[in-house]
């Protein structure tokens, strides 16, 4: 490694050190503790100060003179360079020692010399050349002296090869094949790429978190080595991987369980027994466990410890049990519905059934629900029973207010990405307003199935989404006549652009496809409920209109729900960067547009909407904001959203 030329200043030069560099702070030191000595002799609690006209006033921190040591500027032709410096010195920790003399600053600066190359090392500059100047400024109100860096980096240090090596079974088993490929492409520092330390440890850490999420959870880096050129400014990279033995799911320890049973928790997590370590399918049990309502909260570890089979590894789950009942009061709001406050009654062991129940009195200016819900414990195949009944008043039903009760029983499945449910299902629905649609009742049996592969379920960035509702029944009230009901939705988020760097990945724009639609297929003179029909409009559908406004016109000029529904929306997706950094904001740019109808040709008349919003990954869950103008009701609506659900 060639060390590049090094200028000091003149006087950096004649303030060589005589005395150790710690003989001041020793001094300073012994000089404090014999003032806390002397601040133990006995005086008068009334006497005066001896010398109160000759106190040194301070600035407010306990500082004599109010300038700092010295100031530092950083001269540099790469902003990130100067800030970088700037920040990480070791000047910056003595700058405010107010006390300093001139040969103290200048054996801090020939200490600082050795330090800002180390710095510049970890950037990938190993030429660099520097000049220091100290300077005195007497007439300064920060500081009497004043010391100046001037930075030429050089050649930044750029990859030249890379190998990446595997030991163990890893290296053998051709089903490993796929993991070290994929290891290999999302290797984050490239051929090409400038070498940082950063970037150097970032990379081992991400690989390794690989080759350990699946089958080797105690993988490690058995070597690695960096091999700098600083003549040429190239760096060959290398990194051996030790797999260790391939682990398999054993069985699921329940630690903690007291309230409910253990075996329930196992049905409840499907920890996949017998099959090959996948972290991620760890991650998915737990979250599974602590989402049942049953556990407040629940931590899965899979024994790695010597001594244990890899082919049987237990996996514990320390869990803290929720209790029996609990009452949840909740408040929310939104720009559909306003203000919200909700009352949760939960108990998680029913007397008799030993099934989970939940109660909910729901409250917001256009929407009064009364609701509880019954779910049995699932069993091994991972279907459970449930039951629903609900009472509900919604007063943003188009232009009226429609009573409405629901009964449902069945049997669900929640799997890692599909979710399928099959029940008996009764409605009945009562509108209210100028000159009403007839009040309908109907029983009807449905199937539904929701696919989600989203690359993140609380924020995602791509992947996909799919919903589809069938059922099949008879009105129930009037003529009783059969009918078919068909729903579905999906949405498709998109990267644009190339994902060769997983660097700048997140920094892509991203294109957002939405699609809706539906249709209730009977006679005319069926009878439907209102429930079962469609209306659209607001935050989720079409935005720049109110909630659930668009449906059909009657004959009357009011708005009612339509036996047909469809919704489009595209919406572009840009990530903000500022100052170089990727940032926790998006801006958006968005057009929708909807239509309900009780014939499938005025489908065609749709209503539409456009504008620009803003998203917000906050601590707590994305938060969304979108001003849109309705183009038929010419008018702009704010919409806010709090969350991602699907």
């Known amino acids: 490694m060639v060390a590049g030329d090094v200028r000091i200043d003149p006087m950096l030069r004649a303030a060589s050190l005589r005395a150790p560099a710690w003989w001041p702070a020793l001094l300073l030191l012994s000089c404090a503790l014999l003032l ?3 601040s133990l002799l006995s005086k008068k609690s009334d006497e005066p100060a001896a010398d109160t ?39 910056q920790r003595y700058r405010r020692l107010n006390d ?82 994929e290891i290999r492409s999302g290797w984050r520092l490239p051929p090409g790429q400038i070498f940082t330390q950063q970037g150097w440890d970032a990379a081992k850490t991400v690989s390794l978190r690989t080759l350990a999420a699946r089958r080797y959870p105690t993988a490690r880096i058995d070597s690695s080595l960096a091999d700098i050129d600083a003549d040429q400014s190239t760096a060959g990279l290398q990194v051996g991987f030790a797999s260790g033995p391939a682990y398999r799911f054993g069985p699921l320890i329940i630690n903690g369980s007291e ?23 760890l991650l998915d049990a737990q979250l599974r466990l602590a989402s049942s309502g049953y556990y407040d909260s629940v931590f899965l570890t899979m024994d790695t410890d010597e001594g244990t089979d890899p082919d049987a590894a237990p996996v514990t789950a320390q869990v803290r049990e929720a209790p029996f009942q609990k009452v949840v009061l909740g408040v929310g709001f939104t720009s559909d519905s306003g203000p919200r406050i909700s009352i949760d009654h939960i108990h ?19 929407t009064k629900l009364l609701s509880t819900e019954w779910t049995g414990l699932p069993a091994d195949s991972g279907w459970r029973w449930f039951n629903l009944a609900q009472l509900q008043r919604d007063n943003n039903a188009g232009d009226y207010s429609v009573d409405s009760a629901r009964w449902r029983t069945g049997r669900s499945r929640a799997g890692d990405h599909i979710d399928r449910s099959v029940y008996l299902q009764y409605d009945y629905s009562v509108s209210r307003g100028i000159d009403p649609p007839p009040s309908g009742s109907a029983l009807s049996i449905n199937w539904g199935w929701t696919g989600r592969y989203f690359d993140n379920p609380a924020a995602p960035t791509s992947g996909n989404g799919l919903a589809v509702e069938l059922g099949a029944g008879y009105t129930l009230r009037g003529e009783n006549l059969p009918f ?29 496809l939405r699609a809706e639609a539906g249709a209730v297929n009977a006679k005319e003179a069926a009878q439907i409920p209102q429930s079962l029909q469609f209306l659209t409009g607001g935050d989720t559908t079409v935005r720049g209109y109110s909630y659930r406004q668009i449906g059909v016109v009657n004959a009357s000029g009011q708005i009612q729900a339509g036996r047909y529904m469809n919704v489009a929306s595209v919406e572009w997706q840009q990530p903000i960067v500022r100052d170089g950094r990727l940032s926790d904001f998006e801006g ?24 620009v919003g803003v998203r917000w990954r906050s601590p707590v869950g994305p938060l969304q904001a979108d001003l849109a103008y309705g183009i038929d009701v010419k008018a702009f609506r704010l919409h806010l959203r709090f969350g991602f659900t699907f």
């Open 588 to 611: 958006v740019v968005f057009v929708d547009a909807g239509a309900v109808a009780d014939e499938p040709a005025d489908l065609g008349k749709l209503k539409v909407g456009t504008g």
């Open 348 to 366: 998680n062991k029913m007397p008799i059934l030993d099934w989970r129940s939940v109660s909910r009195l729901s409250l917001d200016k256009n």
């Open 484 to 512: 078919l009901r068909v729903y579905g939705r999906w949405l498709g988020l998109f990267p644009i652009g190339s994902d060769a760097d997983p660097m700048l990945a997140a920094r892509r724009p991203r294109l957002a």
């Open 36 to 38: 806390q000595g002397c």
């Open 53 to 91: 006209e000759n106190a040194i006033a301070t600035d407010g921190e306990g500082r004599k003179d109010a300038r700092d040591a010295f100031t530092l500027e950083v001269e540099s032709p790469d902003k990130t360079i100067t800030a970088f410096l700037e920040t990480h010195l070791d000047l």
């Open 259 to 281: 309230r409910y049973d253990p075996d329930a928790a196992r049905r409840i997590a499907r920890l996949p027994t017998g099959q090959d370590y996948d972290q991620q399918r």
């Open 100 to 181: 300093l003399a001139a040969n103290e600053v200048s054996r801090l600066m020939v200490a600082a010399e050795g330090n800002a190359r180390e710095l510049l090392n970890t950037l990938g500059y190993f030429t660099p050349t520097l000049t220091l100047e100290l300077k005195d400024t007497p007439d300064s109100e920060k500081a009497p002296r004043a010391i100046h860096i001037t930075v030429e980096p050089g050649p930044a240090t750029r990859i030249e090869k890379v190998q990446l090596n595997f030991q163990g079974p890893v290296a053998q088993d051709p089903r490993d094949e796929a993991q070290r490929n």
